[in-house]
């Protein structure tokens, strides 16, 4: 998690940068964001490419930034292979995931020479012409339950995204009568379960083994997807362990992997700051972000957020503390971030509230209920702060 120091530092630092109609600043620290993306990096074999989930955080000079290390980007629309485009991505860096893909699109894409494109069912194969230049995939459902909550469990039985792996006969004559050269596959958001997601891993390479005995080569490529939890890298765990598993999976093999992470290398990445617009008797505050930017949260469990109170110069408010219900700004019962969270007696109108670990599934799900202003967004390099975006409406 991002310290309190730094938090201090971009509290400090932002003031000359906002006005006040900056309720809110949503935050990118860049220090934490590379580290995580080293650490995702020295937990798979070396020739792995990591494709990051634009879906988790699309801020253009978040891509950017990502591009710019080097890093490969996964578009989930075609709006996001034109964002990914315009941050510097090349081509062959990008993977396509639509499930909806219209005849145009695909028209586009098989002349992206390089792009990873992975079709959602077997019909989609029929659109491509028989020579693309992108590297066509076939998505695979590897029929897992990995433990992630229902929402995101991509892999059940009827689920809409990809082809059973029961259809294995299927999967296989069709990747021999088209242009296929990769299979992907992505269990679900918040795996806990990485036995059930080795037993996933071995099905996808014995489909595309099973490929390769028929016609040698022609399956070269495996996207194994993303769906790790978030967690801290200095208790972190889960990455290492899962990248020793994909290793014990493919040992001996010369598979080219890719991943497509997002939410574990963003989440704790970024942070969010708002100000505390009213303090309601002595148990519930008012602030500026809610449903807008925490969607998923207000609809379903909210995450256990880390709050703090911090003054205007930084220093941060401590001292007694008492249960406070953070109520968002939007016109509906549910708007709600926590309840009964532990804050400080003294909090008061007009200081901040800072919110850990807000990288992920945040700005990326801005609603335009109650149609309010999309924050200021800024990064924090470690030393200094960054305007990265301006207020933005989105009254159109
Ligand atoms: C195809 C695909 N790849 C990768 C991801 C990123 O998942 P996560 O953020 O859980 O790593 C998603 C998330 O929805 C996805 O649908």
Known sequence: MISTTDISKVIAQSQGQVNEQDTSLIVAHLPSLNR??????????????HAIAIKT????????????????????????????IAAGCPADKIIFDSPVKTRREIEFVSGMTGMLVN??????????????????GIRVNPQVHTG??????????????GVPVSN??????????HPVEALHMHSGSQMKDLEVQRQALISLKRLADQINTVSPGKIHILDIGGGLPSESLSESTRMAEYGA??????????????????????AEAGFALSRVEYVLDQSRIFIHLGADFFMRDAYTKARPFTLNIWCDDGTQIQGAERNFDVAGPLCFAGDYLAY???????????NWLSISSTGANTYALWSRHCSRTVPKCIAFDGEKTTIWSERTTINF
């Open 57 to 84: 955080n699309p801020h253009p000079q978040m891509l950017k930034h990502i591009v710019d290390l080097g890093y490969c980007l996964e578009a989930a629309s075609i709006e996001e292979i034109n964002m990914a």
């Open 340 to 350: 009964g969270a532990t804050l400080p007696t003294d909090t008061a109108e007009g």
């Open 245 to 266: 598993i994909v290793a014990e999976v493919f040992t001996d093999s010369n598979y080219l992997l890719v991943t497509e992470f997002g939410q574990w290398v963003h």
């Open 119 to 136: 079709v959602n069912s077997l019909g989609e194969l029929d659109r491509f012409p028989t020579n693309p230049t992108c590297i066509v």
């Open 36 to 49: 995580r993306l080293a650490f995702l990096s020295d937990s798979f074999s070396e020739e792995t490419l």
């Open 168 to 177: 294995a006969q299927d999967i296989v004559d069709a990747a021999l009568a």
């Open 148 to 161: 992630a909550p229902e929402m995101f469990d991509v892999s059940r039985n009827e689920s809409k995204f």
